[in-house]
């Protein structure tokens, strides 16, 4: 079956602790991205990756750091967690090229104390 | 800055009805339109696009029109279900840019009652 797995699903941490998210997709999907979803505000870009080893900064970057050593995988890590990063996070992944879909995993509900 | 602005925020129909949710954007080099849905639990799902060569989509029940002259597009959900319920998002890209670098609206969270 094709998809796109986030883990941990849900995450209660506290402040300054490293925590990473993990992203994987089973699609051979060149271009995969992160998002983070905030009532009011829609879904917000934090990065994005074109390939391996290409990634670049979306529109919510501070505070986010990714790698891409894999096409398959693209975790997301926050070295030091605030509570402004409480949010419901998203990855998505899809072939290069206007038009083609964006698949999305399930989410990941990150709560920062 | 809210480039692609999405209204209303919320919206109940009553079942048989039409839904419409609207979006407009700023950037004029936006090319790519879709709409994605997003069931409580869920990650969004794609569920019809558009480019801006053409003034209607239909798929089913659902249509996107599009005013290239206003910045503006919308969703048509005609004979509204149950099962329509859901949180829509907009969305607008550009094509050197493709999937990677969607710019989404605020969301619409649409209620079908019986």
């Known amino acids: 079956e094709a998809q796109v797995t986030q883990n941990p699903r849900y995450l209660i941490t506290v402040t300054g602790k490293k925590l990473t998210v993990t ?9 995969m991205s992160w998002y983070r979803q ?16 290409v ?21 997301l890590i926050l070295e030091s967690p605030s509570p ?10 899809s072939y290069r090229g206007l038009g083609t879909e964006a698949f999305f995993g399930q989410g990941t509900r990150l709560t920062v104390v | 800055q ?37 069931f409580p639990g869920k990650g969004p ?8 060569d053409v003034s209607e989509k239909k798929e089913g029940r659902f249509t996107i029109s599009f005013n290239k002259s206003a910045k503006q597009f919308s969703l ?11 949180t829509y998002f907009c969305a ?9 670098k969607l710019t989404f609206g605020t969301g619409t969270r649409l209620t079908i009652i019986p």
């Open chain 1, 23 to 31: 992203c994987s997709q089973n699609m051979n999907h060149e271009y």
């Open chain 1, 84 to 93: 402004n990063q409480t949010s419901l996070y998203f990855c998505a992944s």
């Open chain 2, 92 to 100: 607008a890209s550009i094509s050197n840019f493709g999937n990677e």
């Open chain 2, 45 to 52: 799902a794609l569920l019809i696009a558009i480019r801006p």
């Open chain 1, 38 to 53: 905030d009532p009011g505000l829609g879904l917000r870009q934090i990065y994005y990756s074109m390939n391996v080893e």
């Open chain 1, 55 to 75: 990634t670049d900064k979306g529109d919510v970057p501070e505070g986010y750091k990714v790698s891409r050593k894999e096409k398959r995988n693209f975790p």
């Open chain 2, 2 to 38: 809210q480039q692609v602005k999405q209204s209303p925020q919320s919206l109940i129909v009553q079942k048989g009805g039409i839904s419409i949710i609207n979006c407009a954007y700023e950037n004029t080099a936006f090319d790519y339109f879709p709409w994605y849905q997003q």
């Open chain 2, 76 to 86: 048509h959900i005609m004979d509204s279900q149950p099962g329509d319920s859901a």
